[in-house]
Structure formats: C-alpha cells, structure tokens
C-alpha cells in the first residue's frame, strides 16, 4: 500500500533577489528545498525568458550523481513540459498531445521532431578550466550546490578554490553583470575558503546580511517552520533534542562556537607566522600568561615558517610536525593555553595538531 507523500515547505527565492546581490549564499538545515527552489527557478527563467542556468559541483563523480535524477523530484511542476539529458545539458520541451485522427506512428515522428530547448549546463569546478573558451550568453544564474563539505566525505577543497570560483564566474559573465550566483549548502561547518576569503561569521551576523559594497548576500534561514514541519515526522521525532537536529534541521554551525576565543593582550609579541594547508597565521606569545595567541591577520614584517615543502622559498623556513617549535605550541595547545582571534582560525589551524 503507497502512501501520500508529505509535502514540507520549500526555500522560496523572491526575497534574496531583491538585495540584488550578485553572489548569493543559503545555508540552512538539510531538506529546507534550498537546491530544488533553485531548480525551479532556473527552469521558470527558462520557460519565460529562454535564459539559461548553469548547475555546478565540486568534482565529477558529484556531478554525475546529481545530474542523472536532476528532474526527476521538480517535473511534476511544469506538466506542459517534458524534460530530458542531453550531454551535459538539461533540456525542456513543450510537452505534445495527440491530435484526433492522428496515427500512434505519425505522433511518435511528430514527438522525435519538436524542438528542445536547453535549460541549464552541468559542469564540474575541478575541471571548469577547460571552459574558458565556451560562451555561455543566455546563462543567468549559477546554482553551486553542497559547496561546503561534510565531514563524512572523503574529498576536500579545491587548491585555491575561490578564485577557480571566480574565474568561472568571470568566463559566464564576460562583464556584463548578467549573471548571479548561488552558493547553497548545509550547515555543517563555518570552516570553509569562501567564508574564510570573504571574512563571513555567520555565528555574528543577522539573518541575511549584505557586504563588499552589496556584492555578497547571505541567507541563513530561521527554519522554524521547516523544523516544525520535520519534528511532525517519525524521523524528526527520533532526532529532536541531538546534536544532529540543531544543524540538520535547527541551522546551527557544529563548529561556530567561541572555545577557545579571545582578544589578543597587549602584553602578547609576535613570534612568527606560520603557512599551513589552510593558509597563513600569525603567532603572538604572552608570557606573563603563558598563552599563546593565532590570529589570521598577519603583521607587516613577519617571520615566515611553513609547513608546506612545495612553497619552500629563500624567505621562509620549512617546520615540520616534530619541530621544536610545532611541538610547544602542540604541547601549549593540549593545556589550554592557545587562543585565536575567530572560530574559522580555529577550525582552520588545529588540525595541525593531529600527527600525520
């Protein structure tokens, strides 16, 4: 026996667009229908206005996976279309009725003939280079679905992801301001390039909050209505009161917390900065206190240690794990006694911490 499927309210767009911003972040809890809004916004801009979207993850295989059921959960929406995958593009076609008299024959030859239109392009940033050379005229809105990653995978960051981001902004829009940008996630993790490139703390702004002179619009949806909806359910009623349900469903960072938080004294001296995967950090010792400090603004004249062989260079000097160095900030570490200027400092530079 088939049962109703229970419908739960989806991310309606229309307000996040009239801050007119051109990239444009919604993170909220799992299942709030911030990708399928996004959808169905794409296919409507096509239907009425013949644009075009592009919808683009990380890495291929992610693609691949998402591309292959991309219509399967929005075609119910547009009954007068049909859609289908073509390549590496969606596609949408006037959906035809058989007319009186017609043969099942000269109907099926009149279906293989209409026109298909394309609605959006599936494209992977790992390889995104490659499209440098592409024009892409009708193409509005980029959809970069998952950009943060969960923890359970086993894929990471693109080296110097932000700007293969905005190279491949910059090859969609040739500078003609035509186009925006989605950037749609989970809230898993506060740790992540873009917010840490665009200093974006969403544990210290509002709701949705616009900067760099309204060029970045953040959504961080208030899912109480979502919530409400899900805590209806078998599953929400499971989860309710866990860790699990305040980022799954309650929006809430795992990771934003203040631990290990502070200002840096005025008695606190700069020693070095450090250069590891995560990027650079300066590091002040007070030592009436014993503590040390990691901020990621760096000073003016610095000492540069890295931790990455491949960037050695006549200025720096490489450090590795068992350094004397690595191992009393490791040892000042396991004591308490290092604090740092924001959460995505934090979660950026402890990992170092761990021996490889």
Known sequence: MSKVKKL?????????????????????????????????????????????????????????????????????????????????????????????????????????????????????????QSQKSVAFPKVTLIIFDEFIIEAATNTGYLKNEVTAF??????????????????????????????????????????????????????????AKFATSIYQTRFGKFIAGTEYADYAVGNQFKDAHDKLIADKTANAKYKYTLETEQGYFSVWYDISLGTFFVLSKRPGNERLLTMLPENMDKNKIRVTFNEPVIRSLRAAFNRGDVEFDKPSSRNAFTPIFDRK
């Open 8 to 128: 739960h309210p989806y991310y309606d767009y229309r307000k996040l667009w009239s801050y007119n911003a051109v990239i444009n972040f919604v993170v909220g809890g799992r299942g709030l229908g911030k990708t399928y809004g996004a959808k169905r916004q794409g296919i409507v801009n096509c239907i009425k206005r013949g644009e075009e979207f592009i919808y683009l993850r990380r890495y291929k295989e992610e693609l691949k996976a998402a591309r292959d059921t991309f219509f399967a959960d929005i075609e119910s929406e547009f009954p007068e279309h049909d859609s289908r995958l073509h390549g590496n593009k969606g596609q949408i076609s006037k959906r035809l009725e058989q007319r009186d008299n017609e043969t099942d024959a000269e109907f099926a030859k009149r279906k293989k003939q209409r026109e298909w239109v394309t609605a959006c392009y599936f494209i992977a940033l790992s390889v995104a």
């Open 166 to 223: 905005l190279n491949f902004y910059n090859t969609v829009d040739r500078g003609q301001d035509k186009t925006r940008c989605l950037l749609l996630a989970n809230s898993v993790s506060i740790m992540n390039p873009y917010f840490a490139n665009w200093e974006i703390r969403p544990d210290k702004l509002p709701e949705i909050s616009v900067s760099h002179e309204g060029f970045i619009c953040c959504h961080f949806p208030d899912s």
